[in-house]
């Protein structure tokens, strides 16, 4: 099994950054893609962010152009970098890792994410 430490959410107001951070209880290096997830009130999970183990990128149309993310192999961490934020941004925010060698997803505990003024 394998645990996250999330942190970074809050509140902002529309416009403003925040930086989420996810550490698993083992190596990133043993994860193949790692990346971030979001729920918003009645509605699905939807995929934001992923990253893989060649730090490639992928993001949701809706967030491209304003949220990075990125690996700190040092800190053992992953981060999403959250800039210009609109008020359809307000979700819970879970990061996720899966690799080899069965391929099982594992999942943060989730952290809030609200936009408003």
């Known amino acids: 099994q394998v645990q996250f430490v999330e942190s970074g959410g809050g509140l ?6 925040l930086r989420l951070s996810c550490a698993p209880s083992r190596s990133i290096f043993s994860f193949a ?3 971030w997830y979001r729920q ?3 509605k699905q999970r939807e995929l ?4 893989n183990s060649g730090d490639s990128t992928d993001f949701a149309d809706s967030v491209k152009g304003r949220f990075t993310a990125s ?3 040092a800190k053992n961490t992953m ?3 959250m800039n210009s934020l609109k008020s359809e941004d307000t979700a819970v925010y879970y ?4 690799g080899p060698p069965d391929w ?3 999942w943060g505990q989730g952290t809030q994410v609200t936009v408003s003024s």
């Open 12 to 17: 902002v107001q529309p416009g403003g950054s």
């Open 33 to 35: 893609v790692m990346g």
């Open 40 to 42: 918003a009130p009645g």
């Open 48 to 51: 934001v962010a992923s990253i």
């Open 71 to 73: 690996r700190d192999n």
């Open 79 to 81: 981060y999403l970098q």
């Open 95 to 98: 990061c996720y890792a899966n």
């Open 104 to 106: 099982t997803t594992y």
